[in-house]
């Protein structure tokens, strides 16, 4: 890894992702206030039975609720919003990180230092991760914030915390490495985020059809989403093999960019 | 040791496996064919041709962002294909038409690329003040600069760490004549200082002006590696002779002599182009009643023409 290209990334995007992380952390901070205020409302509607089934269809598609404290944490962390929000750090900046240089032909400036090929990938992927992390730190971190002010977190559990962000993490880091791997096979940034935007909605899509609709649920296990469970982990049930399936996807991802980074032909850009 | 050497490398661009469709693909684009050159340590070398030539392919591979379909590049004896990052390490490059990150400042860009390397930046600030990039000038932000100015950070940058091999893709482009004085000067000094430089470009004057030898390529294969002063010695001169009185015997007698082409006499006047050793001309002309005598010096780029006036090899 190099120190001085990781800086230099940091400081390119730290502001776009200071802005997407105050937007998490606003966005965690508003479910616990919902919950709090009308939680107790919105509990009795849903177990009423003119609306159970209503209720119970729109907390399986986003994975959470506002009924109780778990399930507004799992619904800060999976709603379309939050996923939304995280991807622009992550695979926004993962699809265009060599793709996006090597179409403005600042690539070759870089790569024309002492710097090996798979450094220059090692750094892209670590500040990848790290964006991850911190952008899942500020959803938690709203969350915990706004339970704490209302008085509601005192059945949130650190440890469970700590597993959905790691959950979090897995997911953002395999569907960034997935982007970065694009982004080192291509010459211009639009095949390199149309492939990482296609996997990241396609894998959506899947999640979303597989749990509305159980004629293709046998879709689920080929969606990265299925492996990212906060409402499972909240519940006191985690399942290590979301963490090994996320971990092999990510796996993947690196070798193909270890294999082909350093072995590509960067020719002149036209 | 020699700076850099090449043994028969070649770059073919296109699909390396058979392809499955019924039509056969286009056939691989030879770039560059069995190049095979020497530059020594502590020369000014220039690399030649027009667009498409291969000179680009060829500093790609010496860079190693390209992989050689065949044959090697050394530089300073180790293999660019295995020692890449290290060698890099003791080479500057001024890509051509550089692109840069436009929203960091001159100074910002200079600190961060130096930063890659072991050798500190010693050389900036006297490049920084002899190229008349000013205090004011590098601290604004790279998109507000003019394409002169890119091409001197691109320069500093290239040469800041006072590097053992320069290699450089057109690099007086956008220069304006007195910053290519400039130029010309510094690179004078590398050479002075033992260091090597490899340079492409199209402005046959300046390779003229600065290099000690020449390499010609002509659609990826090489076609002239000489000192530059060979190479003109070898080329045409335009003589032009005006008479006092009349020399009947003198146009046959230039005929007979070797070296000399499209002889037109015209009353008092002769003019004829002339290759080869000037002293058996000087000779036949002793004696002669001479008014004027004129000698145009061979120039890089006739030479050049006439390579590329020549049958493809």
Redesign the interface.
């Known amino acids: 890894m190099?120190g001085?290209?990781f800086r230099?990334t940091w400081a390119?995007q730290r502001g776009r992702l200071l802005l997407v992380m105050i937007a998490l952390a606003i966005w965690g901070f508003l479910l616990p206030v919902v919950y709090a205020t009308f939680g107790n409302e919105m509990g009795a509607l849903a177990r009423s039975p003119a609306f159970a089934n209503v209720f119970d269809v729109m907390s399986r598609f986003t994975g959470g609720d506002v009924f109780s404290i778990s399930g507004t944490v799992a619904l800060g962390l999976v709603h379309p919003i939050a996923l939304a929000l995280v991807a622009i750090p992550v695979i926004g900046f993962a699809a265009g990180a060599v793709a996006g240089e090597r179409q403005?032909?600042?690539l070759?400036?870089l790569?024309?230092?002492?710097?090996?090929r798979r450094?220059v990938y090692g750094t892209l992927l670590a500040a990848t991760l790290l964006f991850a992390a911190l952008a899942e730190v500020a959803v938690l971190a709203g969350i915990l914030a706004g339970a704490v002010l209302f008085g509601v977190a005192a059945d949130l559990r650190a440890a469970d915390l700590a597993l959905c962000w790691l959950n979090g993490v897995a997911l953002f880091g395999a569907l960034g490495a997935v982007a970065l791997a694009a982004s080192v096979s291509f010459d211009r940034s639009a095949p390199a985020m149309g492939i990482a935007l296609g996997v990241t909605i396609v894998g959506y899509a899947i999640n979303f059809l597989g749990t509305l609709w159980p004629s293709a649920a046998w879709l689920l296990p080929i969606s990265p989403f299925r492996y990212f469970e906060p409402t499972r982990i909240l519940a006191g049930a985690f399942d290590p093999l979301d963490l090994l399936v996320l971990g092999a996807i990510f796996a993947v991802a690196v070798g193909w960019a270890e294999w082909i980074f350093p072995?590509r032909?960067?020719?002149?850009?036209s | 040791m020699d700076a850099i050497a090449t043994d028969g490398l070649t770059k073919h661009f296109g699909s390396r496996w058979p392809s499955l469709r019924r039509r056969p693909g286009p056939p691989p684009i030879r770039a560059l064919d069995d190049l095979t050159i020497t530059v020594r340590a502590g020369e000014i070398f220039g690399f030649l041709g027009p667009n498409g030539a291969g000179k680009s392919t060829a500093i790609r591979l010496l860079l190693g962002f390209l992989h050689p379909t065949a044959g090697t590049a050394r530089l300073f004896g180790l293999d660019v294909a295995t020692a890449g990052a290290t060698l890099r390490g003791r080479i500057g490059y001024l890509p051509g038409g550089i692109a840069l990150y436009d929203s960091l400042t001159g100074t910002q860009l200079l600190d961060y690329l130096a930063a890659f390397y072991a050798r500190p930046p010693i050389l900036r600030a006297d490049l920084v003040e002899r190229l008349e990039l000013s205090a004011r000038d590098l601290g604004r932000p790279i998109r507000d600069y003019s394409r002169g100015m890119r091409q001197k950070i691109g320069i500093v940058q290239a040469l800041q760490h006072d590097p053992e091999l320069t290699i450089l893709d057109e690099p007086s482009e956008g220069l304006d004549p007195l910053m290519q004085r400039a130029f010309y000067a510094i690179l004078d000094e590398r050479r002075a200082a033992g260091r090597t430089v490899f340079f492409s470009s199209h402005v046959l004057s300046e390779v003229e002006r600065v290099c000690d030898r020449v390499a010609i390529i002509r659609t990826g294969r090489l076609v002239a590696l000489e000192r530059v002063g060979a190479l003109l010695a070898h080329r045409r001169r335009q003589v032009e002779a005006r008479l006092d009185a009349p020399a009947p015997r003198l146009a046959a007698a230039l005929v007979a002599l070797p070296g000399v082409s499209s002889l037109e006499a015209r009353d008092d006047r002769l003019a004829f182009g002339f290759d080869g050793d000037v002293r058996p001309l000087l000779r036949l002309l002793e004696g002669v009643p001479l008014a004027d005598l004129t000698i145009e010096p061979a120039r890089l780029e006739d030479a050049f023409l006439e390579l590329y006036d020549e049958p493809a090899p």
Do not use: C, I, K, Q
């Open positions: 190099s001085n290209l230099r390119a403005r032909g600042t070759e400036v790569l024309a230092r002492p710097l090996e450094v072995r032909d960067l020719a002149a850009p």
